[in-house]
């Protein structure tokens, strides 16, 4: 998807995605990843996620990618951190102790970036981009991470009632994407639309959230 579209959505506070409370399903699944104090948490396309507090509180690093620069200042700022910034390759990185941004193109980041990585967790990316996209997202991460372990929080639904984003993405494209370099087990799938009304006013009749632990 063309950039502009993001940080438009930014600039104009169009955050419908953006979760006023940290995901229920990263508290109740986090500790399927098996993580210790102190490891490495990789969140691609993270915006200011309050789920990056919750990681830190745990005691992990964490580092994210972030397309927009308001996303990131905004981040720092819940956070009550003043990080300092420094020039990568595909735009400007934020740091304070414990967890660095990178913000710009995540395409532009390379493995040697981020160091080691114990675990990844995707609860809007995968799903903020369309089908064109996911394959080379994918190989992306994989790369990134040496194939980390990743939780990953998915919505499905009937695609030609709703244009993305978010884009529907269930298990099998999941299995296409991930099934040759992971063992794919779903965690949990459950039918959200009684809880997200703005679905259903952009036509929906069935919305699943689905969560996969990726191995």
């Given amino acids: 998807m ?23 399903l990263l508290q109740r699944y986090l500790g399927e990843l098996s993580l210790k104090a102190g490891h490495t948490v990789f969140l691609p396309l993270c915006g200011k996620t309050l789920d990056i507090g919750y990681l830190l509180e745990q005691g992990y690093r964490v580092i994210g990618a972030e397309l927009s620069e308001k996303a990131v200042t905004d981040l720092f700022a819940s956070l009550n951190r003043q990080p300092a910034t420094t020039p990568w390759q595909g735009g400007i990185r934020y740091q304070h102790g414990d967890l660095t941004v990178f913000q710009g193109d995540i395409f532009l980041l390379q493995a040697e970036d981020i160091e080691a990585t114990d ?27 040496d194939k980390a372990p990743q939780l990953l929080i998915t919505l499905e639904y009937d695609q030609q009632q709703m244009d993305g984003p978010p884009f529907s993405v269930g298990k099998k494209q999941v299995k296409n994407l991930y099934e040759s370099h992971y063992r794919i087990a779903p965690l949990s799938r459950k ?24 191995t």
Avoid: C
Avoid at 5 to 14: A, D, L, R, T
Avoid at 126 to 138: S, W
């Fill in 2 to 24: 063309n950039p502009e579209f993001w940080h438009q959505k930014w600039h104009n506070s169009e955050l419908g995605f953006h979760l006023s409370q940290v995901h229920p």
């Fill in 119 to 145: 675990a990844l967790y995707d609860r809007a990316a995968l799903i903020a981009l369309p089908d064109t996209m996911r394959e080379r997202y994918a190989r992306h991460l994989m790369a990134l991470t």
């Fill in 191 to 214: 039918m959200i639309l009684d809880h997200e009304p703005l679905f259903r006013e952009r036509g929906l009749t069935a919305i699943y959230e689905n969560v996969f632990l990726l």
